[in-house]
Each structure stands twice: as C-alpha cells, then as structure tokens.
C-alpha cells in the first residue's frame, strides 16, 4: 500500500512509502485487539485500594451484650462490620492486576489496530521537522494545515524530540510517542495516526512476518 508524504505546511511533498501489507492490511482480529487493550488498561491500574477488616478496626473489645437472653443477636464486640465504625466485611485489598500475553498475540493485535486505521485512511506520514523551541502554537498549526485540529491524534516519532514532545504537552487530545512506546490502546484510541517519515519501515521491520516470525 502506497501512502503519500506531506509537508508540515499540509502540502503534498510528492513522495510515496509503503506500508507493508502484512503489517497494514492483515485480516484484523478482534479478540486480539480485546486482550492486548485489556493488559494495556488492567497495567494502569495502582491496585492499591484498601479498606479496614474487623481485626485491623481500634476498637474496644468487650462483650455488648450477654450471650444469650437478650433476644437479639449474638455479638463478640462492637468490631463487627454490622455495627457503625466496625470493619468493613470482604472489603478490596491491594492486589496486581497485571497479566501476562504471549508476544505474537500482541504483535497480531497491533497489526490489527493498524489496519483498521489504514482502512479508515486516518494514517498520515509527514516529513521529518523540528522546532527551535517548544512552541504549542506551532504544533497546533502544524495539526491545522494537517486538518485534524481538535481530534484525538497520536503522532509517532522515530526517537525521543523533547521540543516536539514538551509542543504538545498542552494540546488537548494530542499525544507524541517514539516508535518503541507504540501500543495497540493508543492506536485504537486515536482517531488520526502521524506517522513521521521513517517510522512506518520501522513499524514494517518490527512487526512484518517475515521479521517477527
């Protein structure tokens, strides 16, 4: 699949690549894309909730009430989780949420997030530029003349630009990510994918299957 070079001006610079078939234009598979969007967003998570059990709850240990004769309920103490103040009964505990998935499973799901994104033609491939200082109007004008100027994109670069990273900071529904911290939710999540010329032979070699397999 050919794809056209533009210039940050929005121009067509005339130049062509190509965007492997086996990495852009795959039969996508769903489920994979389920499970890697699942790792991806079960990772976030701190698992560090907690809440008191009744042995962990300060509190006075004496018998309420006698054992029996009372007509109500029987209670050792007022830690009880039926009683206000009390511990709270099978409450969350920290615990990791991380899972592991086999490395082709995961490759197969960003293949398929590429290609629905090439289907879509939401993909861009713009020449190599650089900013003199970190500027967010300057991003934001290159986003206008690229027409996708309040969308959510997501634009991949071939190594770390702390210029065109710090540009961007501020942009809402913008984000800049290196080749290698490219995943499968940030994919999907977009809705317009810039790729810096370069890049997409980077992703072709990383995830082709006569390289990955």
């Avoid at 965007?19 to 499970?35: K, M, Q, R, S």
Wanted: net charge positive; glycine share 8%.
């Amino acid at each position: 699949m050919e794809i056209a070079v533009y210039k940050i001006d929005g121009q067509d610079s005339g130049k062509k690549v190509i965007l492997d078939d086996t990495v852009f234009g795959i039969e996508p598979n769903n489920h994979a894309l389920y499970l890697d969007i699942k790792q991806y967003l079960a990772n976030q998570r701190q698992g560090t909730h907690k809440s008191k059990e009744r042995w962990e709850i300060a509190h006075s240990t004496k018998k309420i009430v006698r054992q029996k004769g009372s007509g109500g309920a029987r209670h050792g103490s007022l830690k009880a989780g039926t009683f206000v103040g009390g511990g709270r009964i099978f409450g969350p505990q920290p615990r990791d949420y991380r899972f592991k998935l086999n490395k082709k499973l995961k490759q197969l799901a960003r293949r398929s997030a590429l290609t629905y994104k090439a289907q879509e033609q939401a993909i861009i491939v713009l020449e190599p530029f650089s900013m003199d200082a970190p500027k967010t109007k300057d991003f934001l004008a290159i986003c206008r003349n690229l027409k996708v100027e309040g969308k959510k994109i997501l634009m991949v670069l071939p190594d770390n630009n702390n210029t065109i990273y710090l540009s961007s900071r501020n942009v809402e529904r913008a984000k800049v990510v290196t080749v290698n911290e490219l995943n499968t939710y940030d994919i999907v999540n977009a809705q317009n994918l810039i790729l810096i010329e370069g890049v997409e032979a980077m992703i072709n070699q990383q995830l082709g299957t006569t390289q990955s397999a």
